[in-house]
Each structure stands twice: as C-alpha cells, then as structure tokens.
C-alpha cells in the first residue's frame, strides 16, 4: 500500500509530465499542419541539393540515437536502484527521496522532449525549404513517435518501485 504523502509526490510529477507532453505533442502536430497549408499546391523546389537532405537526415538520425541512448540510462533499473540505496542511509523519508529522483528524471525527460522537438523541427525546416510536405513527414512522424516512446507511465514506475522493494 502506498501511503497518501508518496502517491502525492508520484501523481504531482506524473501531472507534470503528462501536462509537458501533450503540450510538445500538439504542437509537433501543429508544425505539420503549419508546412502541410503552407506548401500545399506549390512546386517543389527544384533547387534543393541532395547534400542539403543528407545533412538533414544525418543530424535527425543523430538527435534520433541521443534520445534513445539517454531515456536508457535515465530510466533505468539500475540507475534507480542505486539512488535509492545511497540514500537509505540519508535521514529523508521515501517521499522526499523519491521526489528529488522524479525532479531530476524529469529534467532529463524535458531534455528528451525538446530533443524529439528538434527532430521535428528539422522536418519543418526541411519542408519549407523543399516545399514539399514529403520531406517534412518523416522528421515529424519519427518525432511523434518517440514522444509517444516516452509517455509517461505511472503504474509502469510504481510497478518499478515496487519490484525494488521501495513500496
């Protein structure tokens, strides 16, 4: 059973994130429809090189593989388990520990939205230049997609916490 003061501390974080999240969700749906009205029946531009696309892709690529890389070491177990041992000799109770870990992971989660951002904001970029909604759809889908890679899950983190013996 979670006590009323920890479930607090879990639902005021997950509030936070979730509110963060569908915030930076619609507005990458919003940059789509942005290019999408913008370019619509309009002559592609012509005059775009293939060098200009490949930088392009190869910095969403990058951003893609920094996403990744950090949501894994940020969430997880073993991270969490040991923030949670070196604390337990602290004199702060498990809601005041459990609060500082969520406060810091969700700067990392900030981190991570932005990043999934400027991937898709590199989309936009692309779209503009290229005047081609076609361009610009991969940028936002692979955008969209990781936001919802890290949606915030709650029961999923109680269900962590649980396993580790912290609940």
Do not use: H
């Not at 073993?78 to 070196?86: D, E, G, P, Q, S």
Request: proline residues 3%.
């Amino acid at each position: 059973m979670i006590s009323n003061e920890l479930q607090e501390t879990i639902d005021t974080q997950f509030r936070i994130k979730k509110l963060l999240w569908i915030g930076l969700t619609v507005g990458l749906i919003l940059y789509f429809l942005a290019v999408y009205f913008i370019t619509i029946g309009k002559e592609p531009n012509p005059n775009l090189s293939r060098t200009t696309e490949y930088v392009f892709a190869a910095a969403g690529l990058i951003l893609f593989f920094i996403v990744v890389i950090i949501r894994r070491i940020v969430y997880s177990d073993n991270r969490l388990k040991n923030i949670l041992v070196a604390q337990q000799s602290n004199t702060q109770n498990l809601p005041e520990i459990l609060n500082k870990y969520l406060s810091r992971q969700q700067i990392f989660y900030i981190i991570i939205l932005a990043i999934n951002d400027s991937i898709g904001i590199l989309g936009i970029a692309i779209g503009f230049i290229s005047r081609d909604i076609n361009k610009a759809l991969p940028y936002i889908v692979v955008a969209i997609l990781l936001n919802f890679w890290v949606y915030p899950k709650k029961e999923q983190s109680i269900n962590n916490l649980r396993s580790l013996g912290q609940l």
